[in-house]
């Protein structure tokens, strides 16, 4: 808020820290860096949760042939996908926050009425990021923009917020 407790009138296109919803109330949005570091901090313990399951698997399977190794990059895929949806989508869905964005103080809203995104909006923002990490070549570097996105918005929404209509709040 400003220093008179009131937040700040809209300003055009000029990005003034707040956004409005539908309902008409003032929201202060999230900053790029407490969004980064949730994300970093979510990606942390992805990659420790998917570690401990390869070599959990690993360790069960003592034949070297390629069979096991095409049978573990499949296992692998396919338990960092269900983990990842269910890490991402349930969290915000049911609390609108990740435990990294907990950790930093901020949540995901609903962008017309502010209460908790729900299931399809919280599936959809997980989805979008994903969907291009899948395209051959170039998907990373889409992947990365969608959330670089965020950083030149007037309301800082990725991509990924703009299809799903959520805004990242401060807490």
Same mark, same amino acid.
């Given at each position: 808020?400003?220093?008179?407790?009131?937040?700040?009138?809209?300003?055009?296109?000029?990005?003034? !820290?707040?956004?409005?919803? !539908?309902?008409?109330?003032?929201?202060?949005?999230?900053?790029?860096?407490?969004?980064?570091?949730?994300?970093v901090?979510?990606?942390?313990?992805?990659?420790?949760?998917?570690?401990?399951?390869?070599?959990?698997?690993?360790?069960?399977s003592?034949?070297?042939?390629?069979?096991?190794?095409?049978?573990?990059?499949?296992?692998?895929?396919?338990?960092?996908?269900?983990?990842?949806?269910?890490?991402?989508?349930?969290?915000i869905?049911?609390?609108?926050?990740?435990?990294? $964005?907990?950790?930093?103080?901020?949540?995901?809203?609903?962008?017309?009425?502010?209460?908790?995104? !729900?299931?399809? $909006?919280?599936?959809?923002?997980?989805?979008?990021?994903?969907?291009?990490?899948?395209?051959?070549?170039?998907?990373?570097?889409?992947?990365?923009?969608?959330?670089?996105?965020?950083?030149?918005?007037?309301?800082?929404?990725?991509?990924?917020? $703009?299809?799903?209509?959520?805004?990242?709040?401060?807490?």
């Open positions: 808020m400003s220093e008179y407790s009131e937040p700040p009138s809209h300003d055009g296109n000029r990005r003034t !820290g707040w956004a409005e919803l !539908g309902t008409g109330e003032t929201v202060e949005l999230a900053r790029i860096g407490a969004r980064f570091g949730a994300r901090l979510d990606t942390i313990i992805l990659a420790a949760v998917l570690i401990a399951f390869l070599l959990f698997y690993g360790s069960m003592s034949a070297s042939d390629a069979s096991v190794f095409s049978a573990f990059g499949v296992a692998s895929l396919i338990v960092s996908i269900i983990f990842g949806v269910g890490y991402e989508v349930v969290q869905a049911l609390w609108g926050q990740t435990l990294g $964005k907990r950790m930093v103080g901020i949540s995901v809203i609903h962008a017309t009425h502010g209460g908790l995104p !729900g299931w399809g $909006k919280a599936f959809g923002r997980y989805a979008i990021p994903a969907l291009l990490a899948g395209i051959p070549v170039v998907g990373w570097i889409l992947s990365v923009l969608c959330y670089v996105s965020a950083t030149w918005d007037r309301v800082y929404q990725g991509w990924h917020d $703009k299809a799903a209509g959520t805004l990242v709040v401060s807490a």
